[in-house]
Every structure is written in structure tokens, then in C-alpha cells.
């Protein structure tokens, strides 16, 4: 069995239609250390994506410049914030992300923000992938900028450091002609804890129930942005690195349209053992046994 065969499902039906449409809308706040001035970034997106690139640049507010951007037949806005992300916005620096303490603390100190949003392009699973796609290379384009510290990925909650995007925008730059790749760590956040409500899970001899507080689990945040189920690990046996790997893997299927899991569908990760989807309360949840 190759490697790949293993995400495969073992049932072979016609793919039913997705959960709900995408989100629309597609957003990131990219923290700096300072606002980099308009005309200069204007200027270097023109060099880098071309010259009719830049659509406009209003200056009207001095102070809040922003620009209109189109990139790859797509309109971006991009708004320059010279003042510290606000703490009363959302808890964005007690998020699960994609960075180091000291990377942490760094953008915690962030004197200025960029608003990065595509209005209304996301419409299907397919239009919603290509707006992630050219959002990355935009947003990981601006990350190379003076003074960036990194970004966080609205609907995912994510927060991811200059590093850490820089490294996954490099990738995507040598996959770009590649439409089995996607850079779901960009996009997907990784989760652990404990279930806080008790769990009801169908199974063919009945639904089992587990109690709160039993259940140690590991999953996905923001599949739903892509009109996707949530994927969730119950008491995952893998360690934590290999859980990541399967979750990311498993994204990618469903967001490039490669396979779709659903309700009482099998997988199998090792052999001896089978891995059964349940749908329960807007999630699908892995269940693993012999």
C-alpha cells in the first residue's frame, strides 16, 4: 500500500455535496514593528506582482493610508494601521499559533498592523483554495517586509510568526503549479484538550456514551472557512508530530477536492487497526480500533 493510499476512503461512493458553502470573505492581520510607509510598499508590490498591480493608493487619510490591490485577477484591500493591534479586538495572543516564546513576546510589542481582506472571491470550495493560495504568496510577500513579525489568520485563530510563514510561502511559490498542494498550516490551526460536555458516540451495537473530562483530543480549527467539518483525534495513540501530519494531510484532501469524509466513512493510519469518521455536533470525530 503506498503512503498515500492510507487517506484514501474505502468506500467508493459518488461524493456528496459539502457541509455549507466557503466563507467568502478571506482576512489576516499582519503584525509590524513599525507601520511601513504606503508609498514604499506600493511600490514594492508593483516590482514583485507588476506594475497594475496597485490599483490605487488613498492618501486621503494620511495617517491611515490604504490600497487597493489587484494580484493574479483577484482585489485585495490593504489598510496600514500605525498604532498597536488592540488587546480588546479578541485574545489574539492567547491563540494556538505557529511560533516561538521569543517570537511571541515580539509580536506582542507590535506598534502597527496591516488589514489584508479579498471580499467575496471564496464563493466555491475551488474559487475559496485559489484566494487562499494568492492570499499566501500577498501576505507571505508582505511578510518580507521591514519590521514584519508575523500574522494571524483570522478564521483559523491562528497566530503565525515571520518565520514560520515565510518558510510555508517559500513552499507554496515551489508548489504554485501544483494543484495537490496547499498550505493548510497557513490556513488550519492544530488543537488539544479535553472535552467539556459528555459525548455520544453512534456506533453499530448503539450509541456509546462518554462521560466529561474523558476524552483527550486533538483536531483541526478552520476547515470550516472551506466549508469543511472540523476533524477531531478521540483519545489519539500517535504521537502529537504524527497526529499534525494526518490532520494536515487530511485537510488538504478535502480542500483540494481530492476526497471528502463523512459520517461512518473508514481510514486506515496503521495497519491492524480501522478509523472510523462520526459526525456529531457540526465535527467529524476519528475513532480508532483494532
Not at 58 to 81: I, M, R, T
Not at 120 to 141: E, M
Not at 233 to 239: D, V, Y
Request: aromatic share 10%.
Amino acid at each position: 500500500m503506498r503512503f498515500f493510499d492510507r487517506f484514501k476512503k474505502k468506500k467508493e461512493e459518488p461524493a456528496p455535496s459539502y457541509p455549507s458553502p466557503p466563507e467568502a470573505d478571506t482576512m489576516a492581520i499582519l503584525l509590524f514593528a513599525a507601520p511601513p510607509p504606503a508609498d514604499a510598499l506600493a511600490e514594492s508590490i508593483r516590482k514583485r506582482f507588476g506594475a497594475d498591480a496597485v490599483r490605487s493608493l488613498d492618501n486621503s487619510h494620511p495617517k491611515v493610508p490604504a490600497l487597493l490591490l489587484d494580484v493574479e485577477g483577484l482585489e485585495f484591500w490593504c489598510s496600514v494601521l500605525p498604532m498597536p493591534y488592540p488587546a480588546k479586538s479578541g485574545d489574539l495572543f492567547v491563540s494556538s499559533g505557529c511560533c516561538s516564546e521569543t517570537e511571541l513576546a515580539e509580536m506582542q510589542r507590535n506598534q502597527a498592523f496591516l488589514v489584508l481582506a479579498q471580499k467575496g472571491g471564496g464563493q466555491t470550495l475551488d474559487a475559496k483554495r485559489q484566494v487562499c493560495r494568492v492570499f499566501s504568496r500577498l501576505a507571505g510577500f508582505l511578510m518580507e517586509q521591514e519590521g514584519a513579525l508575523g500574522v494571524y489568520a483570522n478564521s483559523a485563530e491562528l497566530l503565525i510568526s515571520r518565520s514560520f510563514y515565510l518558510k510555508h510561502a517559500a513552499i507554496l511559490e515551489e508548489n504554485r503549479n501544483d494543484p495537490a498542494y496547499f498550505p493548510a498550516p497557513l490556513w488550519v490551526s492544530i488543537r488539544q484538550g479535553r472535552k467539556g460536555n459528555a459525548a455520544v458516540i453512534p456506533g453499530a451495537d448503539g450509541p456509546t456514551a462518554i462521560s466529561a473530562g474523558d476524552i483527550f483530543m486533538t483536531g483541526t480549527w478552520g476547515l470550516r472557512q472551506f466549508g469543511l467539518l472540523e476533524l477531531w483525534f478521540l483519545s489519539p495513540s500517535a504521537e502529537f508530530a504524527e497526529i499534525c501530519q494526518r490532520l494536515y494531510l487530511l485537510s488538504v484532501f478535502q480542500i483540494t477536492g481530492r476526497d471528502l469524509y463523512k459520517n461512518t466513512d473508514t481510514i486506515q493510519f496503521t495497519p491492524g487497526k480501522t478509523s472510523t469518521f462520526k459526525e456529531l455536533q457540526g465535527a467529524l470525530f476519528i475513532v480508532e480500533s483494532d
